[in-house]
């Protein structure tokens, strides 16, 4: 085996083994699921781009079911999540850029392999993003969340960049070794960068829309009805209220002359 091929091998098992970890610590953040439950969260993430790419590729077997290589990183994945569970919760920066580093191994793995079976330049580039983005696409929807694509951060943009950089760097002849390298390292920069100073790319332009025109509504005769007794059961309250001060003043008058009236009594 000679050294492109042995260095993308382990770029694809370590990627396995970051992106099982990710959706692993994903599936337990809302809920406490069982063991089971988080190997299949964390078994999606790591294979789910992978296996769409292959699909649209045509190449079967699909890379996990003819390696179980494979498998074996997915499940080292999920128990180093468990080993350093508490750790990776409490510095969330350096989950993210575990998983960034994750989603730049995968971006340009995907674009080498699509490059492999034929596939044009833009295409490559394009599955890619698919390879590196689709297992957290699903991992957020099965997590019921919104996946990170549909915001306005910079996740799939940093994807396909990588990818393009190293298709770039294929087709001028550059050494593959450093192509991996250069695709991985822009992916993982750029995602970093746009956490760390909130980039964002611009909101999609919604076409205006005219308000609504207005419409006349004019009350029934039993509306006209209910609304005449609304309003004469308010102003019995309001006239109820107003007497009511004066109501206390007369019975406090009539209590002071009333008991004038037994002490005079008494006096006599």
Known sequence: MTTAPSLQY????????????????????????DWLGVTFVGFVTAIGGGSLRDMLLGHYPLGWVRDP?????????????????????????????IEALGMGMFAVLGAEKALH???PAVVAAVLGMFSAVM??????????????????????????????LFVLLERLGAPRDLNLCAGTLLTF???????RF????????????????????????????????VVMR????????????????SDRRLSWWRVRQRRTRAAA
């Open 234 to 249: 308010t102003r019995t309250r309001v006239d109820e209220d107003r007497k009511e001060p004066h109501a206390k003043a």
């Open 10 to 33: 382990a770029l694809e098992l370590l990627g396995t083994v970051l992106f099982a970890s990710s959706g692993a610590i994903r599936a337990t953040e809302k809920s406490r699921p």
């Open 135 to 164: 297992g957290g696409v699903i991992r957020d929807t099965l997590t019921n969340r919104e996946p990170v694509i549909f915001s306005r951060e910079i996740y799939a943009t940093a994807c396909i960049a990588g990818a393009a």
């Open 198 to 229: 909130r980039w964002s790319l611009p909101a999609f332009p919604l076409p205006s829309t005219p308000p609504p025109p207005r419409t006349m509504v004019v009350p029934s005769f039993e509306g006209w009805q209910r609304r005449s007794r």
């Open 189 to 195: 920069a750029l995602r970093i960068a746009a956490l």
């Open 69 to 97: 290589n494979y498998l074996y990183a997915i499940f080292g994945g999920i128990v180093l999540a468990r080993i350093a569970y508490a750790p990776l919760m409490a510095f969330r920066r350096e989950r993210l850029s």
């Open 117 to 119: 079976y034929g596939a």
